[in-house]
């Protein structure tokens, strides 16, 4: 079954704490976004303004040109994934590498514009892949339904890869992301911005259930 993993993309400390509030009682995982401003133009909260979530398992999204140069603080945090985008300017198979030392997960995301044949030889030394179907950056992005058949594209080339869809999930489309393979639904403004952010989760959870 796949899981709801509620988004943290916030650029100020106070809409962090109110999105971590938000989530906390239901979220059985977190998923939280950092920016540097460069590979996106977006500005978030930094590595070393996030907190809250202490005891709920969470992976950070690294939206860093040079991921290599924040390990030291990702490592301080302690996620169970980081996630670096594949257009980053890094050592892509170093950076995996070092990630798993430090018992981190290691992910790799592809923007819809990235082919899955453009990575082929970096999947198998990652744990994780992240298919993002929106617009980087952005809460309530625009659903690129297309970005779903990379799914199937990266499992075969490795099978044991976990696989996450990120960029505008709502409950209309979940049913369709899970059925094209995917094991994470990683979801913001469907729940942030929904009267009742609990009963969203729950209406995603049930939807990919079904």
Excluded: W
Excluded at 7 to 15: E, N, W
Excluded at 33 to 42: A, L, P, W
Excluded at 168 to 190: E, H, K, P
């Amino acid at each position: 079954m796949a899981l709801i993993v509620p988004t943290i993309l916030a650029s100020t400390l106070d809409d962090y704490a109110a999105r971590i509030r938000r989530v906390r009682p239901f979220a059985r995982r977190i998923h939280i976004d950092v920016t540097d401003g460069v590979f996106s133009d977006s500005r978030t909260v930094g590595l070393d303004q996030v907190y809250g979530i202490e005891g709920i398992p969470f992976d950070l999204h690294l939206m860093f040109q040079r991921p290599q140069d924040h390990l030291e603080r990702v490592f301080a945090l302690r996620p169970r994934l980081a996630i670096i985008h594949a257009e980053a300017d890094c050592d892509h198979a170093a950076l995996a590498a070092k990630l798993r030392e430090r018992s981190v997960k290691a992910g790799l995301a592809v923007l819809p514009e990235t082919t899955v044949a453009s990575v082929r030889e970096l999947l198998p030394l990652f744990d994780h892949v992240m298919i993002f179907t929106g617009t980087i950056g952005e809460n309530r992005g625009r659903f690129k339904p297309e970005c779903l058949a990379k799914i199937a594209e990266a499992r075969v080339i490795n099978p044991a890869l976990e696989v996450g869809v990120d960029g505008g999930i709502t409950v209309d489309n979940a049913v369709d992301v899970a059925r094209a393979g995917a094991d994470v639904l990683y979801v913001g403004g469907a729940i942030h911005h929904a009267p009742n952010p609990a009963l969203a989760y729950d209406a995603l959870t049930r939807a990919v259930s079904a």
